[in-house]
């Protein structure tokens, strides 16, 4: 197949997360010569995004140890990255992007990697001075490290992935924790019931003091610090707080060059299975794009660490000519209190599940079954099971009932049913 772009052309890449880096890497891997630059309104060279909330918000890796490669590999590859610079407008008409000084930068393919920002509280903006915190980018650790270290409870908003691992690296660092949650459970929109009532014991046995079915009316801001209250009157006080509320999408670039956007409660940039956009030199990839599920039907949008990494790569071959279809299966993992979760798949709290292990000893493999169909797995402390039922969701999801009953097999010759067989 011949090339899309020819090996003098230019890439342009705005977003240096792992999607848009992974994406240059690739780039140069397939033996593409020509001019490769990245945009990112982030200061620092291309890290891992997972470690914030982790490792280095608890001081056990420093930014070098989180970078995905040393400043001097981007050098070698001859990848232009522009740092701390935001792009103003995208010109398909011109195959030009202006950058917020007003500099252009011309493109013969352009990829949209911008990942996405945390939902914002209408009302309260991120600032030492108002002890309310955000936690997105590198530059974010070193206040609420600081925030964390004062004496003082730390109130989290949201019992989501960032808001719990930032309650167990907080408590790991001996800060009192409040953690405020809207629904019923921690995770629970994503996770079984039983999953995220053993995060619920898990973050009350470990001290924090946790709240569930909470909604909020205001957060009072004071230079001593804040409070949450409710619209019955209850009040939770903190010297500082996070707002963690989920991310929205950075769409707006995309939408105002004139490219389908998704309009649904998810949105995203809409691509094909080859990640392009409507206009066809144009991509988009990671946590912004909106694709196509090749395994369950429909359209998606993934916010994980693995599927942007992955993406990026998918989106270079493209550029590059050598489209393949993107259907791999999603799969993420949280590390909480000394504990690992790996999630694999479209896990749902309404799934069917069958599990091997013993979820209070937390050494389990959960499996999530929906229309006689293996859709995910969850597992903790069973890194093999885990590997081999993510397996199994892409290569045999039809596998029978009984034999996922027995335990969870490999790769190798196994009877697989349809959906139209008695699966018992």
């Not at 053993?198 to 009316?217: A, I, P, Q, R």
């Not at 804040?226 to 996070?242: E, F, H, Y």
């Not at 892409?394 to 034999?403: E, G, L, M, N, T």
Request: aromatic share 6%; glycine share 8%.
């Amino acid at each position: 197949m011949s090339k899309r772009i020819a090996p003098d052309g230019t890439v342009v890449i705005v977003g240096s997360g792992v999607c848009g880096a992974t994406a240059a890497e690739t780039l140069r891997k397939e033996g593409f010569s020509g001019k490769v630059v990245m945009v990112s309104s982030d200061t620092e060279f291309p890290y891992r995004r997972p470690q914030l909330s982790k490792e280095l918000l608890q001081g056990t890796v420093t930014t070098e140890r989180s970078r995905l490669r040393p400043p001097s590999f981007w050098e070698e590859q001859q990848v232009e990255i522009l740092a701390g610079t935001s792009v103003a407008e995208i010109k398909p008409g011109d195959k030009t992007i202006v950058l917020q000084d007003g500099r252009e930068q011309p493109y013969d393919a352009l990829l949209i990697a911008t990942g996405g920002r945390p939902r914002a509280i209408p009302g309260l903006e991120a600032s030492s001075d108002s002890h309310v915190y955000y936690l997105r980018n590198m530059a974010d650790v070193p206040a609420l490290r600081k925030a964390i270290e004062t004496k003082g409870p730390l109130l989290i908003i949201g019992a989501g992935l960032i808001g719990s691992e930032v309650a167990s690296t907080a408590r790991a660092l001996g800060s009192d924790v409040i953690l405020l949650e809207a629904a019923e459970r921690p995770l629970a929109r994503v996770l079984p019931e039983s999953i995220s009532n053993l995060y619920s014991k898990l973050h009350t046995d470990n001290g924090v003091k946790l709240h569930t079915n909470v909604e909020l009316d205001r957060l009072d801001v004071t230079p001593k610090g804040v409070t949450a209250v409710s619209p019955d009157g209850t009040t939770w006080k903190a010297s500082a707080a996070l707002i963690s509320v989920g991310m929205t999408p950075n769409v707006e670039l995309a939408e105002e060059a004139g490219l389908a956007v998704d309009t649904s409660g998810r949105r995203g940039v809409i691509v094909d299975k080859f990640c392009r956009t409507s206009d066809p030199d144009i991509y988009a990839a990671g946590d912004v794009a909106m694709f196509p599920n090749l395994l369950l039907g429909g359209m998606q949008r993934v916010e994980h660490w693995s599927n942007a990494q992955e993406q990026g790569a998918h989106a270079a071959r493209s550029i590059l000519g050598m489209p393949t279809p993107y259907a791999d299966v999603p799969w993420s993992w949280t590390k909480q209190y000394g504990k690992n979760l790996q999630i694999a798949g479209w896990p749902s709290p309404d799934d069917e599940l069958i599990v091997h292990g013993d979820l209070d000893a937390h050494d389990f493999t959960m499996l999530c079954l929906r229309d006689d169909r293996l859709v995910g797995v969850i597992s903790m402390g069973r890194p093999k099971e885990f590997r081999n039922a993510k397996a199994l969701i892409q290569d045999a999801p039809f596998i029978r009932r009984k034999v996922l009953e027995e335990g969870v097999p490999s790769t190798a010759p196994i009877p697989v049913g349809s959906r139209n067989n008695d699966s018992k």
